[in-house]
């Protein structure tokens, strides 16, 4: 089978390739390495670089795929609320690009990378897909919206969709030289170099925070997944830890003591998150395998070994 992954340049994306590579799928990536690196990919795979926005490229690049995997976008949440055109810009219109292009070159499915911001303040816990949104971010209202068009993709114009709302991702290749790289990696690079991380708010705030491989693993049942069609569903461990308590993980695993600052909280920033993870077994029978401590000591072995990473 042919698959095209977007944003496969990317942390999760570079992850799932090589699963669909090890699946011996025929796999290639379009990403305009915004924040996606080739050398995150095996050297063999064609990497279009192109922009989602790009209409025609999107266009040609579906060409003969049966599935896609859309992934790019604007991913932090802080980000978007300071340019919250540019978010609404690539992962709303980019996003609509992909569906359209997947359906004119008769594509079967499209998975896409929704987000469990997309809960925003509902305040309830575990978040369950049938919650309403209750976004706080551009980000998470972008998310919400490629829900939206998914679904109309699935009910009008032939094509099978499935929306995967990924919790906080972790894991290797996950960049940690941004600010606005997830939280694991921004935190264990200033462990790792004995500096000093800022804690935004209290560090009382929560996070349901997944494996990468999990994650992958996600994408590609949901890839064939005949339950999962037209389905939204939550990809986390259902479980939470306080970011205190995250810190205090990374700096066991490390073997350095913490030293912390604290700031105001971010614009946007979700207090708890917490996945229900029954449709997440029930529909695509996946049960998350790595647990929290297993993956941070993985993805600390892994920028140790990047001089670039750690
Ligand atoms: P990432 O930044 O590593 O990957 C995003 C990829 O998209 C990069 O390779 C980037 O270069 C590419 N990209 C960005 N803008 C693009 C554009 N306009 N055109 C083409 N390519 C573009 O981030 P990631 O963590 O791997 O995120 C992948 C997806 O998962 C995103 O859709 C993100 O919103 C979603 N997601 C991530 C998390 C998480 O915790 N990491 C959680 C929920 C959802
Ligand atoms: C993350 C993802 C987002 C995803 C969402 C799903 C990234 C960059 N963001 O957003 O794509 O949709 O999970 O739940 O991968 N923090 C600090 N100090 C720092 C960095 C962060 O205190 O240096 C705090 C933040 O304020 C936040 C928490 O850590 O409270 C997590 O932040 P972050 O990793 O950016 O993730 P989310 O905003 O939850």
Redesign the pocket.
């Known amino acids: 089978m042919k698959v095209l992954v977007?944003?496969?340049?990317?942390?999760?994306?570079s992850t799932v390739v090589r699963r669909l590579l090890a699946g011996g799928q025929d796999v290639q990536v379009?990403?305009?390495?915004?924040?996606?690196?080739l050398r995150?990919l095996p050297a063999d795979v064609l990497c279009i670089k192109?922009?989602?926005?790009d209409e025609a490229a999107v266009r040609a690049a579906c060409v003969g795929c049966e599935l896609v995997i859309?992934?790019?976008?604007?991913?932090s949440v802080s980000l978007s609320t300071v340019e919250p055109e540019r978010c609404f810009d690539?992962?709303v219109s980019?996003t609509r690009n992909v569906l359209a292009a997947a359906r004119g070159a008769g594509c079967r499915r499209v998975v896409l990378?929704?987000?469990?911001?997309v809960y925003g303040d509902e305040p309830t816990l575990p978040k369950r897909e049938d919650m309403p949104a209750m976004p706080l971010s551009p980000?998470a209202y972008a998310?919400w919206q490629n829900e939206i068009d998914a679904a109309y993709f699935q009910r009008f114009c032939g094509l099978e969709t499935v929306c995967l709302?990924?919790?906080?991702?972790?894991g290797p290749?996950?960049?940690p030289a941004s600010p606005y790289?997830?939280v694991i990696s921004i935190a264990a690079r200033r462990l790792l170099s004995q500096q000093p991380f800022t804690v935004f708010g209290d560090g009382l705030q929560t996070r349901d925070f997944v494996f990468v491989e999990d994650v992958a693993a996600a994408l590609l049942a949901a890839a064939q997944s005949p339950q999962a069609v037209g389905s939204i569903i939550n990809v986390g461990r259902g479980e939470r830890v306080t970011l205190l308590q995250l810190v205090q993980e990374l700096s066991d695993v490390i073997g350095v003591q913490p030293a912390l600052q604290f700031a105001d909280p971010r614009a946007g920033d979700v207090r708890h998150s917490l996945s229900d993870v029954t449709r997440l077994r029930t529909q695509l029978g996946i049960h998350s395998q790595v647990d929290l401590k297993t993956g941070l000591a993985t993805t600390i072995d892994w920028m140790r070994s990047e001089p670039d990473a750690a």
């Open positions: 977007t944003g496969g340049a990317g942390f999760i994306g379009l990403d305009n390495l915004e924040t996606g690196k995150n192109a922009d989602v926005r859309h992934l790019a976008a604007m991913v690539i992962n980019g990378a929704s987000s469990a911001a980000y998310k709302r990924f919790f906080n991702v972790f290749r996950q960049d790289s997830g």
